[in-house]
């Protein structure tokens, strides 16, 4: 019940609150829902991705809040139960394409052998292009990581880490109908060289209302700590709202 209804309760969420607005603070809300569902007589798959993102921008800092949720079967047996929560801020200095920025990170990954994650840092960032058609942008900080992973079903590996943090943005806006976009890190362990994570997360999607998009999303991720990696590409609607 709760995989079925959760996409409603994201929609109603886009529409209510943050209603303040003034000339110096802007507020966007924006949520998706996209999965699939393949059932035959002897086999059964689904998957439901959902997300949902809150920003505060102000001409001094950003604020953004992000939440993501992936769950799966495949023959009835569990492949995804994917949370990942991040709270972030940039704020912005004199220095001309330059800015600051600091994050906080939960994540729970079924499919990645993650059990918790907890990760925060800070770093700097730099505009190499930053129009109203072209975004991109490249950063580079230190996170301290604190993990419990599942090395086997009855083994648990906890440790804490120093991870170099390097990440690189853009988006790409077509005529106010086509947006392309996409976020990518590298993060590797200044204690193992053998100690990586890769993320790459790119969505495209086309304008079908002012407030609504359909979209299509195509996710990766590889921890090689503990040798697992997902892919997923999902389609579906993006819901959001300025104030």
């Known amino acids: 019940m709760r995989i079925i209804i959760s996409p ?112 925060t840092g800070a770093g700097l960032a730099y505009n190499v292009f930053d129009r109203a058609k072209i975004k991109i942008n490249v950063s580079d900080g230190i996170l301290y990581e604190s993990s419990d992973i599942r090395l086997t079903d009855s083994t648990h590996d906890k440790y804490t880490t120093f991870r170099n943090s390097l990440r690189l943005s853009f988006k790409l806006n077509i005529h106010e109908l086509i947006t392309f976009n996409g976020v990518n890190f590298l993060q590797n362990s200044f204690s193992s060289s053998s100690d990586y994570i890769i993320k790459s997360n790119l969505t495209l999607g086309v304008k079908l209302r002012k407030w609504l998009s359909l979209t299509t999303t195509y996710s990766y991720n590889r921890y090689n700590r503990t040798g697992r990696e997902n892919t997923l590409f999902s389609y579906g609607l993006t819901v959001e709202r300025y104030f």
């Open 8 to 119: 409603i309760l994201l929609l109603l969420v886009a529409f209510t609150g943050l209603a303040q607005f003034n000339d110096s603070t802007h507020y966007y809300v924006s949520c998706k829902s996209a999965g699939s569902i393949n059932r035959t007589n002897a086999n059964s798959a689904y998957l439901l991705n959902n997300a949902f993102k809150v920003s505060l921008d102000r001409k001094q800092f950003t604020l953004n809040l992000a939440n993501s949720w992936v769950y799966g079967e495949q023959q009835n047996k569990l492949t995804n139960n994917d949370f990942n929560s991040t709270l972030d801020c940039n704020v912005y200095n004199s220095l001309p394409h330059f800015f600051y920025w600091g994050l906080g990170n939960y994540t729970s990954s079924y499919s990645l052998k993650v059990i918790d994650q907890y990760q």
